[in-house]
């Protein structure tokens, strides 16, 4: 499973980097609005940071002409940037002419929150589907059975459309995704800090360094 992290935030995009398991990076317009930097400036410095691998920026408009300007014009700004097109009809329709045109222009249609929304992306030719299933649960929905149910139908036809798991809240999240085998999750630098963590490691590393000092071990 692909690790891209979920946010607009430099400083954590780097430290993921650095970490060694970042492929990619995901935005949009609350997460870039909670830097308080202009929104070009953060988005430039993002792919700056990390200029080969997808960084998703989102569109704003929302009519289909509107849409394919700004994808256009977006795509411009990096050959490794992937332009977040919402799941209306206007947004369906934006990615299939694009992709009709060959404009060359990846897109990951995003707000997805049904199976038939993510058929409907892989039909048009979405690069990549956002399926939110932190959104999904807080309406007292299941997530998971959204995204479990989309994995299996993109099995079944083979759709190349990649599977991004969004709207990541915890690390259970992450281990079911994992399990399900889904393409990628894009995760909150705070799920991901965690991730790393297990009481029991902690536990079994004082027991060691207590042990070892008893053993006299130095290396
Ligand atoms: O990037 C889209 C998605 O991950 C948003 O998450 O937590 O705002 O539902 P959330």
Known sequence: MKIFIDTAVLEEIREVKELGILDGVTTNPTLVSKTGKPWKEAIQEIL???????????VVATDREGMKREAKELAKLGENVVV???????GLRAVFEMN????GVKT????????LQALLAAKV???YVSPFIGRVDDISYDGLQVLEEIVSIYEIYGFETEIIA???RHVDHVRRCAALGVDIATIPYK???QMYRHPLTDIGLERFIKDAEKAGISI
Do not use: H, M, Q, Y
């Open 191 to 193: 799920v991901i800090k």
């Open 125 to 127: 030719g979405a690069t």
């Open 166 to 168: 969004a709207s990541i």
């Open 100 to 103: 009709a045109e060959g404009a």
């Open 108 to 115: 990951n249609v995003t707000l997805v929150f049904s199976p």
């Open 48 to 58: 700056r940071e990390v200029p080969d691998k997808p960084v998703s920026v989102e």
């Open 84 to 90: 977040k097109i919402p799941c209306t009809e206007e």
